[in-house]
Structure formats: structure tokens, C-alpha cells
């Protein structure tokens, strides 16, 4: 059984920075692709940035430049620095897993950047 649990979330003043943080467990024993998605209030969840077991990245248009997504060093963690936050980036953010197929996702973590 493959569980996600993320951190770093909390009240950010706009303009300010913060970074969320995602450890794994289970057994795995290689890196897999990983991802950060958001859901702002009232709105579909949607991707923010992921990156493949070989550290190929990707970023949602809204993010690109401002939230660098990185493997940690213990296999199968990953973090999210966000910068220059906005009041739009509003959200509870969720880490994501692919392992044999199957998206594992941990029960996210709350982000309220204030104007």
C-alpha cells in the first residue's frame, strides 16, 4: 500500500514564498513519476507541475518560472517551491504518485495566500 502525505502548507502573505513538501511510503524501490495538482474553492483540480523518474519536468502555463518542482534525496519524495504567490494560488494542493499503473494521491495540503 502506497501512501502520500504532504506538508509545508499554511498562510502566505501575496508575494510571498512557501514550500510543500511530499514523502512517500510503501514499498518502492525506485523513483517514479510525481506530481503536484491544486483545487482552488469552487473549482476543478488541475495541474501544477510533475516530474518523471528521470527528472523531466513540467509545469502548468499559470506556475512556469515561479513553483520549480525537485526530487527530494529519499526515493520517491518530491517538493514544490512556490514563489511570488498570488491570491489566485488559492488552494489545497495534492501530491500525486504513478506506480504500476495506479495514481496514489495524498490528502493535500491547504494553501491561503492572503492580499
Known amino acids: 500500500q502506497v501512501q502520500l502525505v504532504e506538508s509545508g502548507g499554511g498562510l502566505v502573505q501575496a508575494g510571498g514564498s512557501l514550500r510543500l513538501s511530499c514523502a512517500s511510503s510503501?514499498?518502492?524501490?525506485?523513483?517514479?513519476?510525481m506530481g503536484w495538482y491544486r483545487q482552488a474553492p469552487g473549482k476543478q483540480r488541475e495541474l501544477v507541475a510533475t516530474i518523471t523518474s528521470g527528472g523531466r519536468t513540467s509545469y502548468a502555463d499559470s506556475v512556469k518560472g515561479r513553483f520549480p518542482i525537485a526530487r527530494g534525496n529519499v526515493k520517491n519524495t518530491v517538493s514544490l517551491k512556490m514563489n511570488s504567490l498570488k491570491p489566485a494560488a488559492t488552494a489545497v494542493y495534492s501530491c500525486t504518485l504513478d506506480y504500476s499503473g495506479i495514481a496514489y494521491w495524498g490528502k493535500g495540503t491547504l494553501v491561503p495566500v492572503s492580499s
Open positions: 510503501g514499498s518502492i524501490f525506485s523513483d517514479n513519476a
